[in-house]
T-cell receptor, first 112, second 117 residues
Framework: KNEVEQSPQNLTAQEGEFITINCSYSVGISALHWLQQHPGGGIVSLFMLSSGKKKHGRLIATINIQEKHSSLHITASHPRDSAVYICAVRPISSGSARQLTFGSGTQLTVLP | IAGITQAPTSQILAAGRRMTLRCTQDMRHNAMYWYRQDLGLGLRLIHYSNTAGTTGKGEVPDGYSVSRANTDDFPLTLASAVPSQTSVYFC????????????????FGPGTRLTVL
């Protein structure tokens, strides 16, 4: 079983819809990251969370440490939001390396 | 240079050949990383460096080596490439490997698509 599970794997939405992508993990963590990978391949960091909620524009990320679960929400989705969204956690056990463990990503397609 | 760059963008390589993927950042970040991305497996850490002069092994280090002679450069070398090393390789950097907060945000290069025949 992967330490980081994302759902759904693929998601197709109509422009304007509210979108939720979920991330569950099985280990104790010090931080969780949400990343966006554009169709051209570039990867951008969206959020880094250790508790609570963060908001940036139309993007909202939440984390529940007790339930080992995080969600990424996109409000008023737009075709330019089409990308792969990747969840990554920093396990406490990674020690001085503080390595990230990545989920396999959620492919989001927003149709006009 | 602004940010983190990788070279080459893509490469086709015969099995058994030696190849070095280059990564350079101009953000004076202490920590640098090499990942490979394979379909269905997500990003996996190959090697990392928390500061110039030090390196460490990640999840999938076999067949790869790295060096960190200075802060800016972190080349990845495949001594004798094999077809299973066909992948997209991403270099990343962050301000500090060990400090918390936003200093652990990772910045990614554009990637190198490598095909080993």
């Amino acid at each position: 079983k992967n330490e980081v599970e994302q759902s759904p794997q693929n998601l197709t939405a109509q422009e304007g819809e509210f979108i939720t992508i979920n991330c569950s993990y099985s280990v104790g963590i010090s931080a969780l990251h949400w990343l966006q990978q554009h169709p051209g391949g570039g990867i951008v960091s969206l959020f880094m969370l250790s508790s609570g909620k963060k908001k940036h524009g139309r993007l909202i990320a939440t984390i529940n440490i007790q339930e080992k679960h995080s969600s990424l929400h996109i409000t008023a989705s737009h075709p330019r939001d089409s990308a792969v969204y990747i969840c990554a956690v920093r396990p406490i056990s990674s020690g001085s390396a503080r390595q990230l463990t990545f989920g396999s990503g959620t492919q989001l397609t927003v149709l006009p | 240079i602004a940010g983190i760059t990788q070279a080459p963008t893509s490469q086709i390589l015969a099995a058994g050949r030696r190849m070095t993927l280059r990564c350079t950042q101009d953000m004076r970040h202490n920590a640098m990383y090499w990942y490979r991305q394979d379909l269905g497996l997500g990003l996996r850490l190959i090697h990392y460096s928390n500061t110039a002069g030090t390196t460490g092994k990640g999840e999938v280090p076999d067949g790869y080596s790295v060096s960190r002679a200075n802060t800016d450069d972190f080349p990845l070398t495949l001594a004798s490439a094999v077809p299973s090393q066909t992948s997209v390789y991403f270099c990343a950097s962050s301000y500090s490997l060990t400090s918390g907060g936003n200093r652990n945000e990772q910045f990614f290069g554009p990637g190198t698509r490598l095909t080993v025949l």
